[in-house]
């Protein structure tokens, strides 16, 4: 005992089994959906530090509907099977209280999967009463504080319902994802330039993650040695940029369920945890991202609604990034999308009744 | 100073194992979150247009340690310059069949797959064999591609290893991470031989062997040799499909732990040309206990082996015997 340092006897005379020097608490991360496609390929990037970095242990917790018990296990046999050394627990339940036992991050994959040929307003009406009642159990179960993070779609109205329903969850901790038409706008933007996509930064997904989003390159950078130059001086071509670029990113959900015969999930999964790594961890300085977050009426947008907005997140919080200024084309495109999303909203409640 | 990108070829890339490998490895999970890498795709021509929807995606991700994706159903573009080569493609194991079912229709894939690596790949190119059989496969590779080196040439067992480790981790309620030196000889399927013999677990009084801890040879000898052996096929029970992240997962960490070492005190399972250790017959690829260090593996020798060891360990090198035969038969 004498060889050992005061922490480590400490640590045994509590109890603990583990004398690694000081590793970190694990977080609790729900995954709704999870016997899905998506929930598949998000759980082994969560499992390895993705969403949270590397030294960050989580337990997951995975939840999905009794026709889906048996391949749920399925899910969590696999990630015994691989041995991560980050995951230090799995709860595979079909039971939503169980599942949302203390979480401090929802990631609510769990609906209807948007079929060849559906608009997203089409699964609307199924996924409204899902997330009614998972607002409840979320809003009494959940740690204080848990972040959430809407996949299902209609993502941004889901959200909503979901906010609307845990009204003592905070309003900032509800949010939805437009991480994945952002990082599809980067991709188009260096495909167009030919350079790489780390090298390209500040797109904006404003507004619905449906077909109105209005994908805005106006304030995109790329990084260069010699330091950064302006997407649409290096494009130069505004018309391109205000109509095929636009379209492009706006379809590329289509166009992957044409292709693939099923909807991105390989992506999804990533933008998910790039979105939650960034509001966690905080995003690069002089880059945003956007979320799908509740809006403050900035940039003339409805207070209340979940819009997604560029911003930046420092310890744990995000902020819209302000004083973008904002053309004529780009106030149409950011109201339309603003109009589609009270329209769905009307629907929403319309549903409920 | 970013490093130089390697180039990784997926065959196969279109299923669902690829469809899970290719995010872990584009994140850095296979060769280290500083290494860029080039994703070569490589499937059979009715999955093109799914094979495009792997890359669309790949770019839609936004990856930075992604420098470029080929997706291809050329096997010659596919093979070009590559560094790492994950040979998934091949007919899956549906519910009822076992790995010999599949054995004919992969050989002759695997003959022709030879040539375009040995012809194309970068030198020293190193070769993973995940599709089932995925020992028979690799040796059949490594037959028709004689100027690869032989220890360039491997199977995939890390996936069973794997699994022993949760198993162990599972039946002393402890963290998987605390339990290692875990060994799976033979063959990638229901003959391999799980064993514990040498496994220890971390504890605050230092490592301390499996054996003494779980304290029960009856289940060593038995229900763990036997879930550990079975486990694909209770996978597929739940799933209705064979196992894909918890093989790209493992995939992973057979490449990673090859190129980049095993931790001190620690090894792994690799299925790999057997050099005549342990007396199991040269010339098969057979799953040894190794080390890694500076890009090779070396088999860890001296390990006692038991009677009870010692039959099942030949017990899955008579399979692989009548694997190679049976495959051999295929060709003529």
């Not at chain 1, 045994?12 to 970190?24: A, P």
């Not at chain 2, 194991?93 to 375009?116: C, F, H, L, P, T």
């Not at chain 2, 002393?172 to 030196?181: A, E, R, T």
């Not at chain 2, 960490?253 to 040269?282: F, K, Q």
Request: glycine letters at 8%; aromatic letters at 6%; proline letters at 5%.
């Amino acid at each position: 005992m004498s060889s050992l340092s005061l922490f480590q006897r400490i640590v045994i005379r509590c109890g603990l089994t583990s004398c690694r020097s000081m590793e970190k608490q694990p977080v609790k991360i729900m995954v709704t959906g999870a016997a899905g496609q998506i929930g598949y390929a998000l759980v082994p990037m969560i499992a390895r530090g993705v969403m949270l970095g590397s030294d960050q242990p989580v337990i997951l917790h995975l939840l999905d509907i009794p026709p889906a018990a048996e391949a749920l296990n399925g899910v969590k046999m696999e990630l015994i099977d691989a041995a991560f050394p980050l995951l230090k627990g799995v709860v595979a339940t079909t039971n939503v209280e169980e599942a949302c036992g203390g979480v401090n991050i929802a990631i609510m994959v769990g609906g209807f999967p948007r079929q060849e040929g559906m608009e997203r307003k089409d699964v609307m009406s199924k996924n409204v009463s899902i997330y009614k009642a998972q607002a409840s159990a979320l809003e009494q179960y959940a740690a204080a504080d848990c972040k959430v993070l809407v996949v299902a779609n209609p993502a941004n109205t889901n959200a909503l319902i979901l906010k609307e329903f845990a009204p003592s969850i905070p309003a900032k901790n509800i949010t939805c994802l437009t991480r994945l038409d952002h990082n599809r706008a980067l991709g188009r933007i260096a495909q167009r330039l030919n350079i790489h996509v780390s090298d390209v930064k500040n797109v904006i997904i404003w507004g619905n993650h449906s077909s109105t989003q209005y994908p805005d390159a106006n304030h995109a950078a790329v990084i260069t040695q010699a330091g950064e130059n302006s997407v649409k001086e290096l494009v130069a071509d505004d018309k391109w940029l205000h109509d095929e670029f636009i379209s492009f990113v706006q379809q590329r959900g289509a166009a992957i369920i044409k292709a693939r015969k099923l909807s991105s999930a390989l992506s999804a999964a990533s933008a998910a945890c790039d979105h939650i790594h960034d509001w966690v961890l905080g995003t690069p300085k002089g880059t945003w991202t956007s979320m799908g977050v509740c809006s403050d009426g900035s940039y003339g947008v409805s207070p209340g609604l979940i819009y997604s907005f560029p911003v930046t997140c420092n310890k744990g919080d995000w902020s819209i990034v302000q004083g973008l200024r904002i053309d004529e084309p780009s106030r149409a495109r950011m109201d339309a999308t603003a109009k589609e999303l009270i329209e769905e909203k009307t629907l929403a409640y319309s549903c409920l009744d | 100073m970013a490093k130089d990108p390697v180039r990784v070829l997926v065959t196969g890339a279109a299923g669902q194992i690829g469809y899970a490998l290719v995010p872990m490895i584009a994140r850095g999970v296979m060769l280290g979150p500083d290494q860029p890498v080039i994703l070569h795709m490589l499937d059979i021509p009715p999955a093109a247009e799914a094979l495009n929807g792997v890359k669309m995606e790949l770019v839609d991700a936004a990856f930075p340690l992604l420098k470029g994706v080929v997706a291809t159903t050329d096997a010659v573009e596919a093979c070009t310059g590559v560094n790492v080569a994950v040979m998934v493609g091949g007919f899956p194991r549906k519910e009822g069949m076992e790995r010999k079912d599949v054995m004919s229709k992969n050989v002759s894939i695997y003959k022709s797959q030879a040539s375009a690596l040995e012809a194309h790949a970068a030198p020293n190119c190193k070769v993973l064999v995940v599709a089932n059989p995925a020992n028979t496969n690799a040796l059949i590779l490594k037959e028709f591609a004689p100027s690869i080196p032989a220890k360039n040439i491997t199977c995939l067992t890390r996936l069973d290893h794997n699994r022993a480790l949760g198993q162990i981790s599972e039946r002393l309620n402890i963290q998987v991470s605390d339990v290692k030196n875990v060994i799976i000889w033979g063959n990638h399927s229901s003959t391999q031989y799980p064993d514990v013999s040498h496994a220890t677990v971390k504890t605050p009084s230092g490592q301390k062997p499996v054996r003494e801890l779980v304290s029960d040879d009856d289940w060593l000898k038995g229900e763990f040799i036997k879930t550990v052996q079975q486990r694909g096929a209770a996978i597929i029970k739940a799933r209705k499909l064979s196992s894909a992240l918890s093989a790209a997962s493992a995939a992973c960490d057979h490449i990673r732990d090859w190129v980049l070492g095993t931790p001190e005190g620690t090894w792994v399972s690799m299925g790999v040309y057997s050099d005549g250790s342990y007396n199991v017959p040269a010339g098969l690829i057979y799953s040894f206990p190794v080390t890694c260090r500076a890009g090779e593996w070396t088999i860890v020798q001296g390990l006692s082996v038991d009677e009870f060891s010692r039959k099942k360990m030949d017990a899955t090198a008579e399979e692989l015997t009548e694997e190679k035969a049976l495959a051999y038969s295929c060709l003529s």
